[in-house]
């Protein structure tokens, strides 16, 4: 078997997702169907790409080393087809989607796809979300579910709109065994002698405006680890080794509790951006709607603690 561009978008995926049902749901194959073809890919290479345990499917070495070059491969195509698409289908526009969180962009490209017809919509996903912004600046994209943070606010131009979908406080997860767990919502201050473990600055803000927060509130976080894997940080914080801010949609479960930060001190914005002059400028309107039912439909599934969301999240119409 040679591999083809199919086999590379499944590896990518699947590791998007982590976990072969959702990504199963994504391709529209059935669970055996996807199992199937993963150890096709997987015997051609020769290796092991994934491992699977209780908490999803998480990438070997192996596995790294290979998606890093499909995804590569798969964007580069992608980008061949757009802008290949602009110059001799003017009846079948290609929306190019940008994500940065799978909270809204996933959702958001399928309900596109399914909305507004004989469009074909393209998701990209990237993490960091000034990198989304310099692409639909430049016309690469031609829109963008993203996010921001207080004091680094996404601007609309004269070349492209942003529109607010929701605002989402930051939580925190904590081991289930951490004292602090009993409380119905933990004080930042409270966080102080914690070890945390935290992503990498994703360009935008991130974590810059949560360090201000910490500072405010009269400390410096001690940010022993620092990791971009969802399933390495799962891992230590359920290992009560350290605490991580999170996103309130974080799935709490498997030794890890979530929980609200009194008064919110930081928050994130659900941000779509689109050109005006693009192929979705006309159907704005639906398209903002749709992010909105992406949010809220992901939030309701995912989210431990949906009351808290809808007490402390803002939703802007």
Known sequence: MELELRHLRTLCVIAETGSLTKAATVLRLSQPALTARLRR????????LFDRGPRGVVPTAVGEFVLARARAITHSVADLHMGAARYFDATAPVIALGGAVGSVSVGLAERMGETLAGME???TMEYSPRLLWDLIAA???DAIATVDYRGYELSSTS???C?????EP???ALAECDPLVGHSEVALPDLADRTWVMTPSDGAGWPDCFHAACEHAGFTPRVRYTSPSAESIRDLVAGNRAVTACQAVYRGGDGIAVRPLTGSPVEMRHVLAYRREGP???HAASVIELAQDAYWAYAKQYAN???EILHHAQLVH
């Open 163 to 167: 529109v607010t979908i929701a605002r």
């Open 280 to 282: 979705i400028a006309e």
């Open 170 to 172: 930051i939580f925190v």
């Open 41 to 48: 890919v997987e015997s051609e290479i020769g290796a092991s």
């Open 121 to 123: 919509v393209r998701l």
């Open 159 to 161: 070349d492209i709109e």
């Open 305 to 307: 603690q949906f009351g």
């Open 139 to 141: 016309g690469r994209l």
